[in-house]
Structure formats: C-alpha cells, structure tokens
C-alpha cells in the first residue's frame, strides 16, 4: 500500500516540476532559448510561486525576444521579492526592450545600487539614462552628438 502526502498532492509532482526546471536550464546553457521555455512554461505551470522557475523562464522569454512576457515574470519575482538584484536587472533590461526606458532606469538603478559591483549593471543603466537624454534633445530639438566625427587636424 502506498502511502500519500498529508495535503492529498503527489510527491512526483514536485520531483517533475524539478525536473522540467533542471532540464529547463540545461537547453538555456546549451543556448536553446526557445526549448527552454517551452519546458519552463510547463514548469511554471506546476509550480507558479517558484522564483527560480519564473527566473529561468524571464531569461529564457528574453533571449528568444519575448520581452514583455520576460518583463512580466521577472516582475512578479521584484512583486515578492523587491531586493532581488537579478530580477530588479532583469526587469531593467526587459522594459528596456519594450520601448520604457523611463521604468527601465528606474529598476536598474536600483539594481546597481545594491550590487555597486557589478559593472554590466552599470553598464545597462547607462545605456537607458543615454537613451533618455537622447529622446529629451530629440523632443527638445536639440542636436546629439550622434553620427558626428571627430576632425584632429
């Protein structure tokens, strides 16, 4: 006779979302975005709260361009868990991609503000605060300094 868990679920259920995870982040190392997700999908489907599972399946969904569904997931992981650098970056990047450079700075500042030591962090909100004072001289009709060359004489 077999015996079940006191809350009626089966425990091969944890042990397949686990499993659709691990295999779910070997396609992502091996650079098979695309599959990844669709395991991950699975994945989160079963286990919804996870934040590893929504984590891999946010990088996942960006790598294969789907940035509004990465921002989404890596959202609810900064919902839960607000000091959460990778997820702060990760939403960072995705709204980034999305066409929001305005919310975008806002949660890769707070990614580099609390890991001052990771210099791609940096590097990101950089590049959308560059964005945004591009867009502010465009609105604005100033001229950038784009396409301009350098004449040493």
């Known amino acids: ?13 944890g042990q397949d979302t686990y499993d659709l995870y691990r295999r779910g982040l ?9 599959a990844a997700a669709q395991v991950l999908e699975r994945a989160a489907e079963a286990e ?3 934040r590893s599972v929504l984590e891999a399946l946010a990088r996942a969904q960006f790598d294969t361009g789907r940035y ?21 970056f990760g939403l960072g990047l995705a709204l980034a ?13 707070l990614a580099a ?8 962090y940096a590097d990101a909100l950089r590049g959308v605060r560059a964005t ?5 001289q465009a609105e604005r009709g100033e001229p950038g ?6 004449h040493d004489g």
């Open 1 to 13: 006779m077999s015996e079940e868990p006191a809350d009626g679920q089966d425990s091969r259920e």
């Open 26 to 34: 070997d396609l992502l190392g091996r650079g098979s975005a695309a």
């Open 48 to 50: 919804p709260q996870s």
């Open 68 to 88: 509004q569904a990465a921002a989404g997931n890596f959202r609810r992981i900064v919902e839960a868990s607000p000091s959460d650098d990778y997820a702060q």
């Open 97 to 109: 991609r999305t066409g929001d450079p305005t919310a975008a700075a806002e949660h890769l500042a």
């Open 113 to 120: 503000a609390m890991r001052p030591d990771l210099r791609h």
């Open 132 to 136: 945004l004072r591009a867009r502010t």
């Open 145 to 150: 300094n784009q396409g301009q060359a350098s």
